[in-house]
């Protein structure tokens, strides 16, 4: 299959990509990748380049975001898990592997729990089943500031979250370049997206999920600690708890080696 670019017939039309498998002949499994909130499907770049040796590997914008539609918001997780059902069927890839970093991974939980036949494995990086009042409290801040100063007023907040400082420090371009992804967000999706984030709550659902299950959490992640990940990962029957050292929140940028070392040997265990 070659890689293209293509939209959604059906609407909000989501912007998506398909590659792979590079190596001939019928995929080993199909990946689903989701993005966080303020990035796009670039943000799987490197991932998907590895996985689309052997596999089929499909990556979107969620809406909102990228070259997506942003329909007037608010929006909730189960619309948003609905849109990628929505993809999943519309180009028949029957029940896929889904790797979702934060927000894409609470559409993943919300994905398993609403569409289980969409699911046949799911990677949960550095997100959280639920926000304790403090947190919400805060994203209720961050929606303020959009509507009072534009996505310019929250930012650079958002980058000191996504990178630690050592990383800041040694990759000032790549800082430079998410700063511009968030910047060209559609600031009324990118609050309608805060609004369902805010709301997420499956942690009492949990254990309903009966696939196997990889989370991922940052050692240094403040946005979404170890504790959030350990949650999730007690609730789903059999999950795998990895913490990935000197990774703070978008850890596939961070730590681009130790997040596939991880992934793989998780994929070899649940193969085996």
């Known amino acids: 299959m070659s890689s293209t670019f293509e939209f959604t017939r059906s609407l909000p039309r989501l912007h998506y990509r398909v590659q792979g498998p590079r190596a001939g002949g019928l995929p080993q499994q199909t990946f689903v990748l989701a993005h966080a909130l303020g990035c796009d499907l670039t943000l799987w770049d490197a991932l ?7 596999a089929c590997v499909v990556r979107y914008d969620q809406r909102g975001h990228g070259a997506s539609d942003a329909p007037a918001g608010p929006y909730a997780m189960a619309q948003l898990a609905d849109d990628a059902a929505r993809l999943i069927a519309e180009l028949a890839l029957g029940p896929v592997t889904w790797v979702g970093l934060s927000l894409g991974g609470m559409v993943g939980q919300e994905l398993a729990l609403r569409h289980p036949q969409c699911v046949q494995a799911l990677v949960l990086a550095n997100t959280t089943s639920s926000y304790p009042a403090e947190a919400r409290a805060g994203w209720a801040q ?9 996505l310019e007023a929250i930012v650079d907040g958002a980058l000191q ?3 630690h400082a050592d990383f800041h420090a040694a990759q000032p371009g790549v800082v430079a370049h998410w700063r511009e992804r968030v910047l060209g967000c559609d600031a009324a999706g990118y609050v309608a997206c805060c609004q369902a984030i805010a709301a997420v709550d499956t942690t009492a659902r949990l254990p309903r999920i009966e696939v196997p299950a990889l989370v991922m959490a940052g050692a240094l992640d403040q946005g ?6 350990a949650t999730i990962a007690r609730g789903i029957p059999g999950a795998r708890l990895v913490v990935l050292p000197d990774a703070s929140h978008l850890s596939v940028l961070e730590q681009p080696v130790a997040f596939k070392e991880a992934l793989q ?4 265990a649940v193969a085996a």
Do not use: K, N, S
């Open 161 to 163: 979250r996504w990178f």
């Open 142 to 150: 961050r929606i303020a500031g959009i509507r009072a100063g534009g």
């Open 265 to 268: 040997d998780w994929l070899q």
């Open 48 to 54: 998907a380049d590895h996985l689309a040796e052997h």
């Open 224 to 229: 979404t600690p170890v504790a959030m990940a």
